[in-house]
């Protein structure tokens, strides 16, 4: 799925690529063909295929799923829409806490997001030791903490054009 800001407005298209063993590698649009969510309707809504319309200032996460086969979902992006301005992307930031001595996944460890623009975030990580969250795009200070574990701060700058990564936050058990 790729969006381009419209005015206030995003327009998308979606795109199915098929990958594996006897396929046709041609591309496909498949823009009407599908069926767009938005995760919150009164900040914006799809008016048509993939046109997002902004009713009202606020976060959306918007995804497509093809109708021939609605288990085929472009991955999910999330933006900022705010009527009057133009549509911005957020950063998807997620990573792992473990313990850097044993490499072990710490669940319920505290993640803090820090960035140079927007609200600071916590969270706690999953049974996993999974973390993520959705930020504007520069600079941000990762501060991960646990008892009986030194804190940690990591600074990172997310990317908008891939989910293909994280942060992988090391704690050091205390003495």
Same mark, same amino acid.
């Given at each position: 799925?790729? &969006?381009?800001? +419209? !005015? *206030? /407005?995003?327009?998308?298209?979606?795109?199915? $690529?098929?990958?594996?063993?006897?396929? /046709?590698? $041609?591309?496909?649009d498949?823009t009407i063909? +599908?069926?767009?969510?938005?995760? %919150?309707?009164a900040?914006?809504?799809?008016?048509s295929?993939?046109?997002l319309?902004a009713?009202?200032?606020?976060? #959306?996460?918007?995804?497509?799923?093809?109708?021939? %086969?609605?288990?085929?979902? +472009?991955?999910?992006? /999330?933006?900022?829409? /705010?009527?009057?301005?133009?549509p911005?992307?957020?950063?998807?930031?997620?990573?792992? #806490?473990?313990?850097a #001595?044993?490499?072990q996944?710490? *669940? %319920?460890?505290?993640?803090?997001l820090?960035?140079?623009?927007?609200?600071?975030?916590?969270?706690? $990580? *999953?049974?996993? !030791?999974?973390?993520?969250?959705? *930020?504007?795009?520069? %600079?941000? $200070?990762?501060?991960? +903490?646990?008892? !009986?574990y030194?804190?940690l701060?990591?600074a990172? #700058?997310?990317l908008?054009t891939?989910? &293909?990564g994280?942060a992988?936050l090391?704690?050091?058990?205390?003495?």
């Amino acid at each position: 799925m790729t &969006c381009t800001p +419209s !005015g *206030s /407005d995003l327009q998308c298209q979606a795109i199915r $690529t098929q990958y594996g063993y006897c396929i /046709d590698p $041609t591309p496909y649009d498949v823009t009407i063909g +599908s069926v767009w969510v938005s995760s %919150n309707e009164a900040v914006a809504s799809f008016v048509s295929a993939g046109r997002l319309h902004a009713g009202s200032r606020g976060e #959306v996460q918007i995804h497509a799923a093809w109708l021939a %086969n609605p288990y085929v979902q +472009s991955v999910a992006q /999330d933006y900022l829409m /705010d009527p009057g301005q133009a549509p911005e992307r957020l950063a998807y930031v997620s990573g792992v #806490v473990q313990n850097a #001595v044993t490499k072990q996944n710490l *669940s %319920n460890a505290t993640v803090e997001l820090l960035p140079e623009r927007g609200s600071p975030q916590t969270v706690q $990580t *999953s049974a996993f !030791g999974e973390y993520q969250f959705w *930020s504007f795009v520069g %600079n941000i $200070t990762l501060r991960a +903490s646990k008892p !009986g574990y030194a804190t940690l701060e990591m600074a990172i #700058v997310p990317l908008t054009t891939c989910y &293909c990564g994280g942060a992988l936050l090391g704690l050091s058990p205390l003495p």
